[in-house]
């Protein structure tokens, strides 16, 4: 995998140190690919992250979002192995896994559902009041000056 230097760019800007720290960050991470998984733009500001967990049941899933990570780990108790199984071919695999997003400011996971094997995380973005586009009026009050030098 190719590396990237950006210690250039911090010679150079001011105030972009986050978005850098970011980037090195994504940088150092390799891709995962497993279990597979989809990401969606549902709408607007509203995403979907859907992971193909065959074999998987609700409590073998763990989900935490902190900060700006979202974390999904899952996996299969030692006591829902069966002994007594014998397979032919083993072709789902259902072993550990652990998948890490990134997410931008203000993104925020808003739920999750398991259904026909494929775990659905919805995720919608949700701009604070203070950061939303806002009219500003102008007022178009006269003020009059007064001659104050009065003739006696």
Excluded at 80 to 101: P, V
Excluded at 130 to 136: D, T
Aim: charged share 30%; hydrophobic share 40%; aromatic share 10%.
């Amino acid at each position: 995998m190719a590396t990237y230097d950006f210690s250039p760019f911090y010679r150079s800007t001011v105030g972009f140190d986050r978005v850098f720290n970011r980037l090195d960050a994504l940088v150092g991470q390799e891709a995962k690919s497993y279990p597979p998984y989809n990401i969606e733009k549902v709408g607007e500001n509203a995403f979907r992250i859907s992971i193909a967990v065959a074999g998987f049941a609700e409590g073998d899933i763990a989900i935490e979002s902190k900060e700006n990570n979202l974390v999904i780990k899952g996996a299969k108790g030692a006591e829902t192995e069966d002994k007594s199984r014998e397979f032919l071919h083993r072709g789902i695999a259902e072993r550990a896994f652990e998948l890490r997003f990134q997410l931008a400011d203000y993104v925020e996971v808003t739920g999750a559902n398991l259904e026909n094997g494929l775990l659905h995380v919805e995720l919608k973005r949700e701009l604070p009041e203070s950061k939303k586009a806002r009219q500003i009026p102008i007022s178009a009050a006269s003020k009059t000056i007064e001659d104050k030098s009065s003739v006696n």
